[in-house]
């Protein structure tokens, strides 16, 4: 897909260079834990059908049965309040960009930017309830 648009691109004469990567404006529906996010699809064919959204680049604190201790679990609820605070804030409405499967396919993956144009995953690391993570090797402690 990426190749056929690229020719298009490139068959009309257009600047490559200013091509900007689709995003897509959706309604959020809570925060599942700090790091990822519910949302009601605005193309949704299935009215009810929801998307878990994975934050791109942060990893957040685990809850219940995953967290390693309690003072995790703790942070977790901290980090998940802190989400759903700001998706609040933003009227739920979110802009997603970088969309892509995580490596398990149970959710998509993606940069979640807020109604005021901030990204919901520096947010977290800003207020440090998140770590960066690359997904490239163990989790950071």
């Known amino acids: 897909?990426?190749?056929i648009l690229l020719l298009t691109l490139l068959?009309?004469?257009?600047?490559?260079?200013q091509a900007k990567e689709?995003?897509?404006v959706e309604k959020a529906v809570r925060a599942v834990d700090g790091?990822?996010?519910l949302i009601n699809p605005v193309w949704n064919p299935y009215p009810g059908?929801?998307?878990?959204?994975?934050?791109?680049g942060i990893d957040t604190p685990e809850k219940g049965y995953?967290?390693?201790?309690e003072k995790e679990?703790?942070?977790?609820k901290k980090a998940t309040t802190f989400s759903q605070t700001k998706i609040k804030e933003?009227?739920?409405?979110i802009r997603l960009s970088s969309v892509n499967h995580d490596k398990y396919g149970g959710r998509l993956d993606a940069n979640v930017e807020l109604e005021n144009g901030m990204s919901l995953g520096d947010e977290l690391i800003k207020h440090g309830f998140a770590k960066k993570y690359t997904g490239s090797g163990p989790k950071p402690n």
């Open 1 to 3: 897909m990426k190749k």
């Open 73 to 76: 679990k703790i942070l977790a």
């Open 22 to 24: 689709p995003s897509y």
């Open 90 to 93: 933003s009227n739920f409405n």
């Open 11 to 17: 068959l009309s004469g257009c600047d490559i260079s």
């Open 35 to 37: 790091d990822t996010i």
């Open 66 to 69: 995953l967290a390693k201790c």
């Open 49 to 56: 059908l929801t998307w878990k959204i994975r934050i791109l």
